[in-house]
Structure formats: C-alpha cells, structure tokens
C-alpha cells in the first residue's frame, strides 16, 4: 500500500496538512523534504512528493497565529528568500497555502480536542499528506488518527524534527520577527503586490532565512 500511495502522489498534485506550533520553519522543512524526496521512508531511496497546497490548522493563540503568516510568507516567496543554488528553496510549486483557523488558543479540555478532531477530520481528505509535528500533542494525536478514523487509505502521515542545537537561533529569530516586523501588514502587500515585496525587507528576509535550518528530519509514520 505504501507504494501504491507514493505512486499516486508522483501522477497526482497532493496537499500537505499541517498542524501549526510556534515554529514557521518547521512546516516549510517538512514540504522541502517531501518536495525533495529526502525523508525516511523505511528503506531504499524515497521518492519526491509533488505537493502544491498547503493546509495550516492553527488555534486563536497569538503566537500561533503570527507563526502561520511567517510560514504562508516562506511558503510562498521561497524564490524570494532563498537564492538560486540554496538547498533550502523549495523544488516544488506551491499554488496556494490555506489556514484553518481554530476557536480556541489551546487544546486544554477533552470538549476542545473533540472539537479539534470533529475540524482536522473534515479537512482531511483522499491523497493528502498529514504533517503532525506542529502544535500541542493532543492537535498531532488528532491529526494521525484522522486518516485511520475514517478510513482513508491514501493518506500520508508525517512528522518532522528539527536539531535540537538550532531551536535558539530558530527561535530568537521569529522573536525578532514579531518584535520588528508588521507581517498582517507585509503578508497583505505580498497578497497585493507579490513577493517582490520582500525586497524592502532585507533585514527580514535575512531572519526568514534563519528559520530554516535545511537540516531537519521527516519521517514517514503511516502507512
């Protein structure tokens, strides 16, 4: 089967389903290694998924929130932030990155994680590809019992690590983001004018860069 659903996902334009956290670089590490073909997929050599949507599940926290803008702006200008030649641009065309936004700023009630499950379930869907390394771990338990709930076979279920000795520079960087930057505002002039926006922007592009390491880890954990 797990062939079977990597085939489809070579013939057939896929979405990635993320869960959101506080760290924008995590999501766009997951799509580079999928886009890239360089995740572990239990032996032999795996191949590069062609994803050009982009789903973010996030909650009202505000951190959150600011975090899934950052990851919509890398997303969508990678070209405009990483140069040609840099390992970290992504491979793929992405065509549209989505947020599903959540009514509430934690899961902190098993009433707000049925909630959580009733929305992640009716966006989940045929073919898509599940990220979970994003949010708390009630969202990412969610997000992985999703496919097999509702007996979606063709779903992929993924998860993505990041070295633990790059967190503080990741970190600090969006921290310096939230603190300097206007991203509604600057994430609005992309959506009017294009990524070329990003060229007044230099110190924020250079802390965009920050946020992604090009050296996390992406596990295939189902099927």
């Known amino acids: 089967m797990f062939f079977v659903v990597l085939y489809w ?8 389903i993320a869960t959101m956290g ?18 572990d997929c239990g032996g032999g050599e795996c191949p590069r998924l062609s994803i050009d949507q982009v789903t973010l599940v996030r909650t009202s926290e505000a951190s959150v929130e600011a975090a899934a803008r950052v990851a919509r702006l890398l997303i969508h200008c990678s070209g405009e932030v990483f140069p040609e030649g840099d390992e970290r641009r992504l491979p793929c065309s992405v065509r549209s990155v989505g947020v ?13 994680y049925e909630e959580f499950r009733r929305r992640i379930a009716s966006v989940v869907g045929q073919g898509d590809v599940v990220d979970v390394s994003g949010g708390r771990v009630a969202m990412s338990v969610g997000a992985a019992l999703a496919p097999l709930v509702h007996r979606l076979r063709e779903v992929v279920v993924v998860a993505t690590s990041v070295p633990q000795n790059t967190y503080s520079a990741t970190k600090a960087a969006m921290d310096s983001i939230k603190a300097n930057y206007d991203i509604e505002r600057i994430e609005q002039e992309v959506v009017e004018q294009g990524c070329r926006v990003l060229q007044g922007y230099p110190g924020l592009v250079e802390l965009l860069r920050r946020l992604v390491t090009g050296e ?3 596990i295939l954990l189902y099927p």
């Open 9 to 16: 996902c070579l013939v057939v334009l896929a979405r990635l």
């Open 22 to 39: 506080t760290s924008p670089g995590a999501v766009y590490e997951t799509l580079l290694n999928l886009c890239r073909g360089s995740y």
């Open 100 to 112: 599903v936004a959540l009514g509430f700023p934690d899961i902190r009630a098993r009433s707000e």
């Open 216 to 218: 996390a880890t992406t």
